[in-house]
């Protein structure tokens, strides 16, 4: 079974509405990372956040991450339309170079 | 730098077939993973190489074989196709939890259908 699990699986807002998304895991892990799919594409590292942070900004970005509840969130502040994609977050565990993904969350931006 | 490459784009194939996926990257990683992506599930992880000569299983790797002769190739080989590895295809590569730098880069996708 995966590792991490998004939610909702689904989101629709509005242009200049921010946009939160959940991740959950099951084990410790050492970092969770995000990743964005546009449609039909690869997909793209957007942060980091290792085990020891509670918070990281990266423009727009911010990623929260609670190892007591083992979840995360990835909020985006100020949608754009381009922000339209799937967002995935990826565990890396101890003493593993395992990087397992999680089901990810469609995001639709409407202008 | 192109960055990671896969080959080919498209293909077709029928039951019990075998072919090859490619993938190669210029960026000297030493991480490189193979990914198959499914309508509802995410990636998964099927095999991985943290190494030249070092490679492992990852979540599904029945039906599939890799090898890692060299820092730059991870190819991907189905040894007899079935219609249930009809999916799309991803490899990256990246750094380790040893490297402490772990920002994966993915190639374009192989989208492989079986009938």
């Known amino acids: 079974s995966q590792q991490g699990e998004e939610d909702p699986q689904a989101l629709s807002i509005q242009e200049g509405e921010n946009a939160t998304m959940n991740c959950s895991y099951k084990t410790s892990i050492n970092n969770l990372q995000w990743y964005r799919q546009n449609s039909g594409r690869g997909l793209v590292h957007l942060i980091l956040?290792?085990?020891?942070?509670r918070e990281k900004h990266s423009g727009r970005l911010r990623v929260t991450l609670d190892t007591s509840k083992k979840s995360s969130s990835l909020l985006i502040t100020a949608s754009r339309a381009a922000d339209t994609a799937s967002y995935f977050c990826?565990?890396?565990?101890?003493?593993?170079?395992?990087?397992?993904f999680g089901t990810g969350t469609r995001l639709q931006v409407f202008p | 730098n192109a960055g990671v490459t896969q080959t080919p784009k498209f293909q077709v194939l029928k039951t019990g077939q075998s072919m090859t996926l490619q993938c190669a990257q210029d960026?000297?990683?030493?991480?490189m993973s193979w990914y198959r992506q499914d309508p509802g599930m995410g990636l998964r992880l099927i095999h991985y190489?943290?190494?030249?000569?070092?490679?492992d299983q990852g979540e599904v790797p029945n039906g599939y074989n890799v090898s890692r002769s060299t820092t730059e190739d991870f190819p991907l080989r189905l040894l007899s196709a079935a219609p249930s590895q009809t999916s799309v295809y991803f490899c990256a590569s990246g750094g380790a939890l040893a490297g402490n730098t772990d920002t994966q880069y993915f190639g374009p996708g192989t989208r492989l259908t079986v009938l």
């Open positions: 960026m000297n990683h030493e991480y």
């Open positions: 956040i290792r085990s020891n942070e």
């Open positions: 990826a565990t890396r565990s101890y003493n593993t170079d395992k990087l397992i």
């Open positions: 190489s943290v190494g030249a000569g070092i490679t």
